[in-house]
């Protein structure tokens, strides 16, 4: 996938300073999308002129950190839901984080990313709160790394999914990242 430019959107997305990676396989990514989204949002917003979709992800380590400090009786999902729209400031309106989604780019293969850390956001949208006049001063702090990708057709194929994730655990996740890492 060659290099792309960002978006303005995607770039005000990002605390400050975003930077060009290669991200290399194997590698392992996750996604959030809304429990009633279909596969193709896995992948992304398409854009109708490139053809490629345009997605954040997040490196799968750090969910499956997440889901190892979960404490005391479940559901860990319902945790993860809550910290990952702390972590990587996800308004309440733009998903209910419902679906996981995991990515697994082979080795020997490459990706072009963007990467840095995720700008606080409110925990409503501007946009939002702007249409329905609800307004508010509470915010998610973001600070965790967020990468942003385009995906081909080919690119998209290394997605797997969706994982509910109320039902996530550490152990289902150790367990799903070995099987994306066996399918390699």
């Known amino acids: 996938m060659p290099f792309f430019d960002p978006t303005e ?4 997305s990002f605390l400050s300073v975003l930077r060009h990676t ?9 996604r959030f999308t809304s ?3 279909n596969h193709e949002a896995a992948y992304g917003r398409k854009d109708k002129k490139t053809g490629l979709y345009a997605s954040y992800w997040m490196y799968a380590s750090e969910i499956e950190e997440l889901l190892d400090e979960a404490t005391g009786a479940g559901p860990y999902g319902m945790k993860i839901i809550k910290e990952a729209s702390s972590r990587w400031a996800i308004c309440d309106d733009w998903s209910d984080l419902g679906h996981l989604w995991l990515m697994t780019i082979p080795p020997g293969r490459t990706l072009n ?3 840095g850390f995720a700008k606080f956001q409110p925990k409503v949208s501007r946009k939002t709160q702007e249409e329905t006049g609800r307004k508010t001063t509470n915010s998610y702090p973001g600070g965790s790394i967020q990468l942003v990708v385009r995906l081909s057709n080919n690119e998209a194929r290394w997605v797997t999914g969706p994982l509910r994730t109320v039902d996530m655990s550490s152990k ?3 367990a799903l990242r070995a099987a994306g890492e066996g399918k390699r």
């Open 22 to 30: 290669v991200l290399e396989g194997p590698l392992q990514l996750m």
């Open 172 to 174: 289902k996740l150790r």
């Open 113 to 115: 990313a963007y990467f």
């Open 35 to 37: 429990a009633t989204a």
């Open 9 to 12: 959107e995607e770039e005000r």
